[in-house]
């Protein structure tokens, strides 16, 4: 079945540098590939997604990067800010519609 | 997207009680799910809840354990049954809006613990 790691475990960056997360996948078949950002107390926010069949997605400070070939997808955020500060997740839809989840990434924004 | 609203947010419960936790939805959704999230872990799936027959469990959890109930298609229960401190953690719902859309959206968590 499908598998899912994520790292790193926790990143801290200084405040306005960029951050890079980074998840690879063990099924070909998986075709959707969300990021979860969440938040102390609250419950997992989809912040952006990529399709398999599109290579690189933006929202504004936020981009998803997917390599099919090599089976990894990465999340960059720009410019971080003090509320960036959150765990992030990555995930992998499967062949059964499943989401395959990461392990997370607490990231840090040092002021 | 969808509005999700889980009852309770939290709470603390004695050992070998149970805990009812509630989802509803502010429209029809096709899939509803339940997670489980225990301290500074990942999201583990507990079932799908199908609406009008049994929910589909995965692999460690079963009905006994974690009843769920699916009576329409914009609410859910699942029950927290005969609980021990291992039960504390975080119990999400989360809803797929319908089977061709992929995304999926997530209530604000019931934070449960068993003393």
């Known amino acids: 079945g499908e598998n899912v790691e994520q790292h790193p475990s926790t990143l801290s960056v200084q405040e306005g540098d960029s951050a890079v997360i980074k998840c690879t996948y063990s099924d070909s078949a998986s075709n959707y590939f969300p990021w979860y950002k969440q938040e102390l107390g609250k419950g997992p926010q989809l912040i952006i997604d990529?399709?398999?069949n599109v290579g690189e997605k933006k929202d504004q400070r936020i981009a998803v990067t997917l390599n099919k070939t090599a089976k990894h997808f990465s999340l960059h955020i720009t410019e971080t800010q003090p509320e960036d500060s959150a765990v992030y997740f990555c995930a992998a839809r499967d062949s059964n519609y499943q989401l395959i989840w990461g392990a997370g990434t607490k990231l840090i924004i040092k002021p | 997207s969808a509005v999700i609203s889980q009852k309770p947010s939290r709470d603390i419960c004695q050992r070998g009680t149970s805990l009812t936790i509630q989802c509803q939805v502010d429209?029809?959704?096709?899939?509803m799910f339940w997670y489980r999230q225990q301290p500074g872990q990942s999201l583990t799936l507990i079932a799908t809840?199908?609406?009008?027959?049994?929910?589909?469990?995965e692999s460690g959890f079963v009905i006994d354990k974690f009843p769920i109930s699916r009576p329409n298609l914009t609410f859910s229960t699942l029950t927290v049954s005969n609980m021990s401190p291992e039960d504390s953690s975080i119990y999400l719902c989360?809803?797929?809006?319908?089977?061709?859309?992929?995304?999926?959206?997530f209530g604000q968590g019931t934070r449960l613990t068993v003393v």
């Open positions: 990529i399709r398999s």
């Open positions: 989360s809803v797929g809006i319908t089977t061709g859309v992929p995304e999926a959206f």
């Open positions: 809840a199908n609406q009008g027959s049994e929910a589909t469990y």
């Open positions: 429209s029809q959704v096709t899939m």
